[in-house]
């Protein structure tokens, strides 16, 4: 099989292998939300985030190094995998010892319980590192595909029957996340077949160790701009406000999270291949733009068409302050989803510290606009993200374009679908307004959203068939 049609073969079938767990998956996430409280959730987003950091460190770049070496080397895998368990044990034991003070800190003991059980399965990610690395580095993505399925499969069913059976609030969303990283752990070493083991031989390790620190570093600053909203919102607006804004932030990025997993995989992996012919490695940049700019603007200007809709017939009333976050979130993670893929091309290219200083760049913008517009409340601090976002986008694009010396043009090939999808959000919000407001007959909400997805869905979705039919049947034809 030619690399090409490796790739897309992979992609494919990745997305196919998910299509219907995560289906099953969505369909248990709202679930949980509707029986959870906000506060519920305002727990869980702290104490996540706090995980989200160690895995940074523990866990993240250091795939990417084992990836980057293109063979299976035990001595690799034995550094890779002892750096990993050692730095996952003192950042989760440095968690446990500060757990009473971050409760204190957000006013919430509920917090300490949490966190410990957090800490107690945070090791378990490092035994997942070396055998990820294996199957990425061979471009099993069918067999990836299928672990990450089964485990999000099983932790929607353990937070639904707990929800559901229990009534134990904030901790099914505890046990489910116990539940993803144990078969998750299990699942990957029993289909990669990796060796690895623990080893005090540290000879030879700092080359090794320097990329994953690199990348590592790009992963906390990640984190600094993803992540602190939670935990500056958590300290402005208190564990309620921060709750509905976590879910909405999540209802807004479910589907980027898994396209971008399955995107992250197959990006780095292919543009990490032909990194040495910058000509075929700008080529296939651009039609991954092009072909993630056709997918993703439609979907999401969708989603922001009907997100009081959404919240009104899935989540329930409680969590209405939701709705227009959804929206304004919705309209930005097109843009997002293109500068990831931006990152694996830097990334793949081997520029980690350009790559590191976009980081740097996005979390300062970031941050500066959560103070900025944390204190006045939800919908401000929601804006001044999104306006800080724009701002540290606009900026990484032309670092971008003058980095790898390529015209502002190069991004032309996602102006169609966003000015077709933004068009068609302010048309299904006028006819939304338009339905909401009458009063000649009555019409229900549900029947609003209905209406509204089947004219942007055939308006938009013919629009985009005619423009570029030809490409997607291609593209699939070669699955």
């Known amino acids: 099989m030619s690399f090409k049609r490796q790739v897309i073969s992979g992609l494919l079938w990745s997305i196919f292998s998910k299509l219907v767990t995560q289906i099953l998956s969505w369909v248990s996430t709202f679930f949980v939300i509707r029986l959870l409280t906000p506060e519920d959730y305002g727990v869980m987003s702290i104490a996540a985030v706090f995980f989200t950091l160690v895995s940074m460190f523990a866990t993240s770049g250091l795939s990417k190094a084992v990836v980057n070496e293109q063979k299976r080397c035990e001595r690799t895998s034995n550094l890779i995998f002892t750096f990993s368990l050692l730095v996952n044990l003192v950042l989760s034991s440095l968690v446990v010892i500060s757990a009473p003070f971050i409760a204190d800190w957000y006013n919430n003991q509920n917090l300490v319980p949490v966190l410990w059980m957090m800490a107690a399965i945070s090791p378990a990610s490092s035994f997942i590192v070396i055998p990820l690395a294996h199957l990425q580095m061979e471009m099993r993505f069918k067999s990836k595909a299928f ?40 699942g990957y070493n029993l289909v990669a077949r990796s060796r690895y083991r623990p080893t005090l031989n540290f000879k030879g390790a700092f080359s090794l160790y320097s990329f994953a620190l690199h990348l590592q570093l790009g992963g906390v600053i990640w984190f600094l701009y993803s992540r602190a909203d939670t935990l500056i919102l958590g300290k402005f607006l208190g564990l309620e406000k921060t709750g509905v804004y976590n879910v909405a932030n999540e209802v807004a990025t479910i589907p980027m999270n898994k396209v971008t997993m399955i995107m992250n995989d197959v990006a780095f992996a292919a543009f990490n291949k032909v990194k040495t012919d910058m000509v075929a490695a700008k080529a296939y940049l651009q039609k991954a733009l092009r072909l993630l700019s056709v997918v993703a603007f439609p979907v999401f200007y969708g989603i922001a068409s009907i997100s009081n809709e959404i919240v009104s017939i899935v989540l329930g009333e409680k969590w209405i302050e939701a709705g227009p976050l959804i929206s304004l979130f919705c309209i930005i993670v097109p843009f997002r989803m293109l500068n990831i893929l931006l990152g694996n091309f830097i990334t793949g290219m081997g520029e980690v510290k350009f790559g590191l200083k976009n980081a740097i760049l996005t979390a300062i913008c970031l941050i500066t606009a959560l103070f900025i517009g944390g204190p006045y409340g939800l919908k401000i601090a929601a804006f001044t993200w999104s306006l800080g976002y724009a701002i540290a986008l606009i900026i990484m694009y032309r670092r971008f374009l003058c980095k790898f010396d390529l015209p502002w043009r190069f991004f032309s090939v996602a102006c169609t679908p966003f000015f077709l999808s933004a068009l068609m959000l302010v048309g299904l919000s006028q006819l939304g307004g338009y339905l909401a407001s009458q009063t000649t007959f009555s019409i229900e909400v549900w029947q609003i959203m209905f209406l509204k997805i089947l004219a942007g869905g055939g308006s938009l979705g013919l629009a985009l068939l005619c423009l570029y039919g030809r490409e997607m049947r291609e593209l699939l034809s070669k699955a």
Not at 154 to 165: D, K, Q, T
């Open 147 to 186: 672990i990450e399925g089964a485990a999000m499969l099983f932790g929607s069913i353990v937070a639904l029957s707990l929800a559901l059976n229990l009534d134990t609030g904030y901790w099914a969303l505890v046990f489910s996340s116990v539940a993803i990283t144990v078969v998750r752990m299990i």
